[in-house]
Structure formats: C-alpha cells, structure tokens
C-alpha cells in the first residue's frame, strides 16, 4: 500500500472529530441537534426552479458557458443594495466578489493573507471550519474572550498589544457559531477602531444576521470601517439555500481584486445558474417576506428548546438567549468531557456537538452547541427531553 505524503496542510488522520459526531447523529432513529442546515421545508422551490427556466429560456448558452471572475454583475449590484440596505455597508461594483458560499471567502482570506506563523485572533468559541481554514495555512490562533455582547474589545486590545504581529480578528458579529451571540454596537464601533489603529484586518463574516426573530437590527461592524480595514462577507445560504452555494465579500477594491486572482486559480469563478436563477428570483418575489418566515419559524423553535431546557435540564445549567440565527450554546457545570456526555446521549437517542473543537485554545469544560433550525416540533420537545434524561444519568454517575 502507498503512503501518501501529504502537504501539511492535509488535516492528520483521526483530526476530523466533527465528522464523525456528524456520522454518529445521522442515525434515522437519532434526533439530531448537532448540525447547522437550514429547514428545508421552507427553501422556495416552485419559485426557484420557475426561475432556473426562465434563465435557460433567457439566456441558456450564456449560463452554460465559462463566466467573469467577480461573478455576475446583476446580482454582485444587488448584493450591493442589500448589504446597503440591511446593513449599512457601502460600496461601489468593483468593492464585491461573488465566491462559491461564504465558506469560499473564508479560504480566499486565508489564502491571501496568512503566512505560516501569522497570528489570526478568533472568538473563543468560534466557527470551527474558520479555524480549520486557517489552520492549513499555518495560523497560529489567540482566542479572544466573550461574554453576552460578543466578542471583549478590551480583551481584543489586550491581545493586540500582546502579539503586535497579529494580521487578522476574525468574528461572527450575529448569533454566532456556535454560541448564537450577538455584538454590541459599540464593540462594533470600537472593533473598527482598533483595526485602524493597530492596523489589523477584521473578517466580519455574516451569515446570519438576517434571521433575527427577536430584538432590534445592529449594523454591520464594516458600516463603521474607514480605513477598509474590514472585510465583509454574506451568503445566500441562510436566506434562500446553501445548495447553490453563493456568498460574497465586500472589502477594498485592492483586497477584491487579489481574492478575485486566487479564486480564478481555486474554481474560474462562481456557478453562472445559481447566480442568474438568484437575479431572476429576485424579481418576481419578495425576499425581505421569505426571510421573515424563516425567522418565524426558527424563532418557535428556539422558544421551544429553551422551555425543554427549563423542563429537563438540571439546576445550574447555563444557556445562550439568541434573538436570531440556528443555534444556542449550553453549558453544564460538573461536566468535564462533553465527548464523552455525548456518547451517553447517542444512547439516549439524541446528539449535539460537543463545545471543544470550537476553541482556539483551551476549551470550556461541559460546553456544546443545540442547533434549532431544523428539527420538527415534535422532535425539538422529545429531543429536549431525552437530552435532559441523559443528563440526569450523567450527574448520578
Ligand atoms: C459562521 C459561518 N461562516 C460561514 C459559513 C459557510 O456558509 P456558506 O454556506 O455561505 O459557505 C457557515 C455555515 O454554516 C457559518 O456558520
């Protein structure tokens, strides 16, 4: 048999944790809170595939040919309109890259701007695939503290004095992976600020921020950035469907022009079908209406959930209140290893992601993740249930 010699960028061998919790929970007879999908009983489907005819009834030939790099300028113009909207993000046509899902923007950014040994700052916890992304190109991480209005701006300033060398502050300003916190205004403000003044880049990746169901909007840490410190990236992913695999950044003309030359060396450019089947969406329904409908829901979820933790979960437990997003964030006192808490449960027939592969550094004992969005009612109160049974046993063992 050959051994491979993989670069070192290659995760090792038995690294992938989150891939096999994610094996182990899609058993049918498992209710499932450890992934992150959207509710696929919501995604638009009629009016979606009424839109793919009517690109190819438009303009086949020109959807099924190789496409520009920044992506296709109707919808990169209202992706601009939006993130104005939404947002308060400002910029001009040549300021946005469309990218193959945010995920994309993410190594593009990494790619461009970390060398081996370069120090990215991250949310402790933090999105776990961003760390993956940036570990291949050799980051070295410092977690940077949070309590309920998000990322910690005088832990932030700490860390920044502390490793002057620091080149990127990567955040998920609302209702974060995994904790479903949002950042304060003012930290927005100041975040800003300190990029500009300890001239480092802030990632402000935003996937969620438009399923709010509760509470007041808070604009984009990007609406506050003069110097083009920060770099902006949505998706469509959360909005519309993550199968057709659009997101974006809005950054500095500079900084798109150099992600547009890695992305053409990574995939030419993002899907023409998707990108002109968006556009013609757009048209003829109302997003901002299917948007709310999605929160709605996930807003019943959540409600949901959090009274099944109220109802099963011991004394003393701890949970995140998000006013928006898909997920919340549990913490267990006198639990040291949720790996193994989540095995029990694997029992008791209902899973989660254990909180550890979602620090930098060191992880908080008896942390994990619930995912609402998409679990059926009936299976959000059994799920609690089961969950709150399993962790009765594990606090009489
Ligand atoms: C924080 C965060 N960033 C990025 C992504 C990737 O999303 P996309 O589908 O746009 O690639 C996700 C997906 O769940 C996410 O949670």
Redesign the pocket.
Known sequence: MTKFNFSKRVPADGTDAVGVILKAAADPKIISFAG?LPAPELFPVKAMKEAVDQVFAERGQEVMQYGAAKGVTALRELVLQRVKEKENVTGQLDNVLM????????DLVGKAFVNPGDTVLVEQP??L??LDVFKSYGANFVGVEMDEAGMKMDALEEALKAHPEAKLVYT?PNF??PTGRTMALKRREKLAELAAKYDVYVLE?N??GEIRFKGQHVPAVKSFDKTGHVFY??????TLA?GF???WVVADEAVVNKLTVLKQSADLHTDNLAQYAVVEFLKHNDLDAHVKQISDLYGQRKALMTEGLEKYFPQGVKYTDPEGG?FLWVEVPGVEDTVELFKQCLEHNVAFVPGDPFYAGEPQPGAFRLNYSNAQEDQIKAGMKQLGEALQDEGEN
């Open positions: 992150g990218t193959t899902g945010s995920e994309q923007a993410l933090t999105y695939c961003a998920v974060q992976n990746d996937p969620y990236m949505g998706t469509f992913s959360k993550p695999r659009l997101g898909m």
